[in-house]
């Protein structure tokens, strides 16, 4: 900082007792090292050095002053890297969007992570299904967010950059006591069953669409809920089929007596998505790193 500019003359100065020489560990030329201490001497009205033949030598007036100057060097100089460190320090909002529960996409270890590592960074949750939240990406109302898709697809658009954090399967589960209904399992007998379906920006509907069209039929549809929770109460009260989760189909099964159809599965992939032409900002950047922590070994 160039207003302790003389106080750093002062005490190279006194160190070395010669104004070339603290001109030289300055960088400075002599000149201006002798116009610094004429300044400050002006300024305090003292007089600080004397001339010897040996060189400068502090007046008492210097040599008491000598330990305050050094001590605001030092001050300062923890003031420029507390100023630095600021500088560096990651600030602004990342805006996540969420999708099923917290506890699958690992949410909160997510965010402590991120936290840690950024701890001035503030975060924007909004909660929505895969296809919503790959929309508000594109269009940049949020930074990044968990998607669902079959695996290697993520979000099936050129401009979004995707990293799969952890692959899985979803079931087809049934009411308790359907298990003489489900005994045709091929996909165009399940599908003439009733079916308790969800939008096309879910994850649900774009499997069970995909898996469909190859015998070129489509469900019974009988309901349609956007919620997972409100799906599952559906089958429990015996509406009819929907899909789940390995962990849900197998905690259904135990707990409340779903029929599951073990022989059908549907392979999924929970990803992070983002925005490639923002893969650089530091909020973005930041959540890509912490991913490795928090989900790594996890496929």
Known sequence: ?????ALRAFVAVAQSGSVSK??????LTQPAVSLKLKQLQAHLGLTLFIRRPQGLALTHDGFALLPAARQALA????FEQSASALQQ?????????????????????????LMARAPQLETELAHGMSGSVITQIERGELDVGFILA????GPGVDTLGFRELTHFHYHVVAPPGWEN?????????????????????????????????????APNRVAQVDQEACMLDLVRAGVGL?????????????????AV??????PCALSLAWRQDRESEPPIRAALDTLDSVWLHRI
């Open 242 to 258: 929907s899909l789940a989760r390995d962990a849900q189909a197998m905690a259904e099964r135990q707990q409340n007596g779903l």
């Open 261 to 266: 159809v073990d022989d059908v599965r549907l």
């Open 181 to 217: 209904r489900l005994l045709d399992t091929r996909w165009e007998a399940l599908a003439r069953l009733p079916w308790i379906v969800t939008p096309t920006d879910s994850a649900h509907h774009r499997l069970l669409s995909l898996a469909l069209a190859e015998c070129g039929t």
């Open 150 to 153: 079959p695996p290697g697809e």
């Open 89 to 113: 320090t990651l600030r602004g909002k990342l805006r996540v969007g969420t999708i099923v529960d917290p506890e699958f996409i690992r949410l909160g270890h997510f965010l402590s992570r």
């Open 75 to 78: 001050s300062a100089q923890a």
């Open 22 to 27: 603290a001109a030289s560990q300055l960088h």
């Open 1 to 5: 900082m160039q207003e302790y500019a």
